[in-house]
Structures are given as structure tokens and as C-alpha cells.
């Protein structure tokens, strides 16, 4: 059994694959596979097995040893892709399709692999008269807690910033399908919802928060923007709510976004003592000690008919609590948040929010002040920009012109910002970002306007959303 780490191999699960009855291709017959969960290290070892296998390639003079080991190399990828395929579950009941995002370990941070199924599974249902209503939910403690850009970042680092601009391309055009589905799309917020696990569930029409729910758009810190289609729905929140959240990456709870309208709905776990018997309750605490309550919405919802999204809403109602905003939350504060989120530069939202911090000892205008002073000044730039300019924008020109943007930030021509952020905060840790440039005013408003440009390079295109259905819902038609 090769390894690449050999001293932590007993942290290494290693497990048969059985072959497949169905199959007699040679790739499915019984092998021994590393369970390597993460990806990159999934890939090097392959990488690794397949430099073995060419350098005795050159030491056989048999076709028939040469074909063997073809085999062996199409059935150990096969068994990688196999292990791969594992971070998207499906399940079919009825009419029912329910998607799980399953890189517990990783937060369920969507991979180049779960986009593409998910894109893949979006689509085919649409076209599928059995499928009435997508489930998505997280597995473990998280829905999803943004898009996996560590692969990002290493092609960024080898100059290859196009493999990056494929991944948003495909992330985006996800999100298009979602914002625009002709179905009814219910995501289970249960636990961290970041980033990218946004842009998968804010565009259905319906999202289920619960007590467990967090919420943020943490870009800004990472030396990028709110992107996902983030320009649409955070410019459609109350007031200058979107900018306040979009600017600092304040965290929101469940009740916060019920309040503000990222969530349709907030489901509570001590709601349904009087819908389970006490037997069961006692069960769902001992096997499932949070989950009690959605198991019993997602039954529920599989018993109904799923004519329209009226139907799935009354379902939902049913099992729906109402909580209140506490009293220490930014979104009782609105007026404050006008105030200062209202300016038209970035400038002037930090000094107005410097002067209420000064004015007022609460945690959340001190929270928002230091977030304000560590984040990007380029980032904090463009993501007020994008934000005002989503308030008069459809999604789709949301996501075109926030493709635009993201490839400039890949490009690095203005700023590297968004590679010193993910060095500081997800690889090195140091949490101490270089940014540069380092201050607001060293930030020309020339400077912000060259990433909404087109990008002025050879076989660049801008994002081609796929056409979509005339028989579009309401609730998607309004986003067009």
C-alpha cells in the first residue's frame, strides 16, 4: 500500500470496494482504495501511483503486462472518482429529490466536483417530470461554508489564473439555474452558511433557518468581493442592511435572517415535542439531537403534493416558528445602519461609523468598526460599488458583471489582494494580511472602475448564461 505520509498512516482508513454485480468491466472488480477524504491529497496519490506505473511501463516489453496495468491505473481512478462522487449524496422519494452537500470535514466548502454535480443534477431534473421539489441540506455542522479556493489559489500561484475563472464560471452559472429554476428548491440552513453555501440557497425560492443557523459574507476579508450573485439579494435587503453586511461580514443567527428576508421560513427543534410522541422524541434526541425537527418538515414535506410552490410553503408554515431579534442585534439598529451605511464612499461609511462607535459602547458598531480596518480597502471599494450597482440590476447582470470582477481579481493587474487574504487567513494562518494598497485613499476610483471592465485579454469572454424556460415561475421571472 503506498503512502505518502508513512508516519501518520494509522490515521489512514483503509477499506474494500466491492465490484459491482451489475458490471463486469475490469475496473469494478474487488480492490483496496486509501479512503482519503480530502481531495488533494486524493490526487497526489494518484499523480504518485501513475509516475510508478510509467517509469515500469518502460522495463515491460509484453502488450499483455502493458494492458494490465492499464487496468490497474483505469481501476484506481475509477476508485478515486468513485470517492469523489461521494460529496454529493442523492436520495429519491417519490418526487422528492434531496441533495446532500457531504464534505463534513471541510464544512461542506463546495469542491470543482460538487459544482459540477450539482450544475448537472439542477439541470436534469428540470427536465425530469418526477422531480417536483429539491431538498439540499448540509451534512455535519455546516450547510456550506463557501467555495473551496484552495485549488484556486495554487493555479493563481503557478500564473494559471484561468483555471480560477473557470471555477467561478461554473459556480455562477450554478447559481443562475438556481435563481431562475422552474421548481420549487427548499435548503435546510442548518449550521454555517458562507460565501458560496449562499449563493446555493439564497437564489431557491425557499430557506429554512434554524437556531444553529450562521450566516456571512465574509469577502472582504479575503481580499475579495460578495460574489455569488451577492449584489442581487444583499441590495434587496432593508434599507442599507446589505451594504452593512456585504462591507464588514457581520454574522447573522436564524432569527436575523428571517427578519431581514434572507430566510423564507425558521424552523425551532423545541417546537416539535407535541408532533412526535414522547417515544420518538426520545429517540430523535438520542440518534439526532438537532436534527429531530427537520426529519420530521422534510417527512412531511414528502407526503405532499407538489403542485406548485404554494403547496411546499404551506407545509413549511406548519412546522415554522416566529423568533425575536435580540435586543443586542445589528437589525434593531437599522437607523443606525442607515445612517452610516447610506454614504456614498467608502471614506465617509468609515468615518460616519467611527463617530457612532465613539458615541455608543455596543459590541455590534465595534465589531463593524473592526472589521471595517482590517478588511481589503480595495476590496471594501469594489464590493460597495457591485452592491449599489445590484440594487438596478437583474441577477444575471449581477453574476456577468461579478464574473467580470472576479477575473480581475485572479488577474492581480490591480491589486493581489484576494492571495495575500486566503496566505493570511486559510493556508499560513497568521491572520495578518499584507494588504496592498494598504489604505482607502491610496485606492483611485480609476482603480475600482477597471474591474468592471471587460477583460482585456485574448479568448476572454464574458459569463454565457444558459437560456432559460418561458414557463418560468413568478418568483423567478422577478429576478430577471
Not at 505518502?4 to 451489475?22: D, E, F
Not at 427536465?127 to 485549488?151: M, S, T
Amino acid at each position: 500500500m503506498l503512502s505518502l505520509h508513512p508516519k501518520k498512516r494509522k490515521k489512514t482508513q483503509v477499506i474494500p470496494v466491492r465490484a459491482s454485480s451489475s458490471n463486469s468491466d475490469d475496473r469494478r472488480r474487488s480492490y483496496w482504495c486509501l479512503d482519503l477524504i480530502d481531495g488533494g491529497r486524493r490526487r497526489r496519490i494518484l499523480r504518485l501511483v501513475k509516475t510508478l506505473i510509467r517509469r515500469r511501463r518502460h522495463k515491460l516489453g509484453s502488450n499483455t503486462n502493458k494492458q494490465a496495468l492499464n487496468s490497474h491505473s483505469s481501476a484506481l481512478e475509477f476508485i478515486l472518482s468513485m470517492a469523489d462522487s461521494d460529496q454529493i449524496l442523492v436520495e429519491d422519494e417519490l418526487f422528492v429529490k434531496r441533495i446532500t452537500l457531504n464534505r463534513p470535514r471541510q464544512l461542506n466548502a463546495l469542491s470543482d466536483i460538487m459544482i459540477t454535480r450539482l450544475l448537472e443534477l439542477f439541470l436534469a431534473y428540470e427536465e425530469d417530470p418526477n422531480a417536483k421539489l429539491i431538498i439540499l441540506k448540509g451534512a455535519g455542522r455546516a450547510f456550506c461554508a463557501g467555495g473551496d479556493v484552495a485549488a484556486v489559489i495554487r493555479a493563481i500561484n503557478k500564473g494559471d489564473w484561468r483555471l480560477g475563472a473557470n471555477f467561478f464560471w461554473k459556480e455562477f452559472i450554478l447559481n443562475y439555474v438556481m435563481a431562475t429554476y422552474s421548481k420549487t428548491q427548499v435548503s435546510i440552513l442548518n449550521g454555517i452558511v458562507m460565501g458560496g453555501g449562499a449563493g446555493a440557497s439564497i437564489h431557491g425560492r425557499f430557506r429554512v433557518a434554524t437556531e444553529n443557523t450562521v450566516f456571512a459574507m465574509p469577502e472582504t476579508a479575503l481580499g475579495l468581493f460578495p460574489d455569488v450573485g451577492a449584489s442581487y439579494y444583499l441590495s434587496r435587503l432593508p434599507g442599507f442592511f446589505g451594504e452593512y453586511v456585504g462591507l464588514t461580514g457581520a454574522r447573522l443567527d436564524g432569527a436575523e435572517m428571517l427578519a431581514c428576508g434572507l430566510a423564507t421560513h425558521f424552523v425551532h427543534r423545541t417546537k416539535y415535542s407535541e408532533v412526535l410522541g414522547q417515544r420518538a422524541l426520545e429517540l430523535a434526541n438520542s440518534v439526532f439531537p438537532w436534527k429531530k425537527k427537520l426529519l420530521q418538515l422534510e417527512a412531511a414535506l414528502s407526503e405532499t403534493k407538489f403542485n406548485d410552490s404554494v403547496n411546499v410553503a404551506g407545509v413549511i408554515d406548519k412546522y415554522a416558528d416566529h423568533p425575536e431579534v435580540k435586543e443586542t442585534s445589528a437589525y434593531r439598529r437599522l437607523d443606525i445602519i442607515q445612517r452610516c451605511f447610506s454614504h456614498r464612499t467608502v471614506e465617509e461609511i468609515f468615518s460616519a461609523v467611527e463617530k457612532e462607535a465613539a458615541k455608543r459602547h455596543e459590541d455590534w458598531i465595534a465589531g463593524a468598526l473592526a472589521s471595517l480596518k482590517k478588511a481589503s480597502p480595495t476590496s471594501l471599494k469594489i464590493s460597495l460599488k457591485s452592491i449599489r450597482e445590484g440594487r438596478l440590476q437583474g441577477v444575471g447582470q449581477c453574476l456577468v458583471r461579478e464574473y467580470r470582477m472576479v477575473c480581475h481579481v485572479l488577474q492581480g493587474e490591480v491589486s493581489r489582494d484576494f492571495s495575500e487574504g486566503c496566505r493570511a487567513i486559510l493556508l499560513d494562518k497568521d491572520r495578518n494580511p499584507k494588504w496592498e494598497p494598504s489604505s482607502l485613499d491610496q485606492v483611485s476610483d480609476s482603480m475600482v472602475d477597471r474591474y468592471f471592465d471587460r477583460v482585456d485579454e485574448e479568448d476572454w469572454e464574458d459569463l454565457k448564461l444558459p437560456t432559460r424556460s418561458s414557463n418560468l415561475p413568478a418568483f423567478a421571472i422577478a429576478k430577471l
